[in-house]
């Protein structure tokens, strides 16, 4: 079983810490397309999922490279941004209701099943057909609700990817997978305390707008995902891209990943608001 970028072995076969990877995660030039996929569920912040799909959506519309964009889910059914039906009204009318539905392209298990078989052809050239190498998970309410099926994709998933990217609460469901055991990360500033507490073996960062271990990268509170997303880019595709993109959206980005004043505005980490 061989792992596309090669992140628990080297190559004569001895176990390397994942820390250790360093971008560029993957071959933007290589002749096989670059399969991105997004984890939904009910409750999930519209922010975390939207900031980042239009930096890859501005990516692949401006620039010739071959990009796949997959939106998963437990099931086929439509995933709302609604907290309410996610089971927590936080401060809101109870007449209120104000929604977004993503359409959901595969199932959790149908993704396994293509990346799992991907990882047992042979060689990082070998037929990857449908298998997802970017995976973003987005934060939001719905993460303190039942997240094992959540938690389990990614746990099973992780080995076959290239990379991941997490957005505020997200982090807590790569925490609980147990993927950033040992890793530097951060999450919502806001919430600190109780994402924290998903991941106590987890080097959490509680000064960062986002923080990159090996080939995870993990970012703050909801609008720091387009911040993270452009780094990511930056990373992967080159900063004059990153730069390029950024600029056509008329945003003005983050480009100091410790720069955070909500960490001290929130309290996170013993910090006083």
Known sequence: MTNPHNNDTTTNGTAVNPSSLKPP????????????????????????????????????????????????????????????????????????????????DRTFEEQLKINEAAMNREGEEGRRDGAIDVLIVPGGVG????????????????????????????????????????????????????ATSTGPNVKW?????????????TGSGISAGIDATYAFVSMNYGEEIAQELADSAEYVRWRDAEHDPFAKRWGAGGGKG
């Open 205 to 217: 960062v509680p000064e960062a707008r986002w923080v990159v271990d090996g080939n995870i990268v």
């Open 25 to 104: 995660f993957f071959n933007i030039n290589g002749p096989k397309l670059l399969h991105y996929g997004v984890l939904l569920f009910p409750g999930f912040q519209a922010l975390d999922v939207f900031g980042p799909l239009d930096v890859f959506n501005s990516l692949t519309m401006l620039y010739h490279f071959p990009t796949k964009l997959t939106m998963l889910a437990k099931t086929l059914d439509a995933v709302e941004t609604s907290h309410q039906r996610a089971g927590n009204m936080m401060f809101s009318h109870p007449d209120t209701d104000v929604s977004q539905s993503m359409v959901v």
């Open 143 to 194: 993460t303190r609700n039942d997240m094992s099926a959540e938690i389990d994709f990614v746990k099973r998933m992780y080995p076959s990817l290239r990379a991941v990217l997490s957005v505020c609460t997200g982090a807590t469901i790569l925490a609980r997978a147990g993927i950033l055991d040992a890793r530097r990360a951060t999450t919502n500033k806001r919430a600190y305390e109780w």
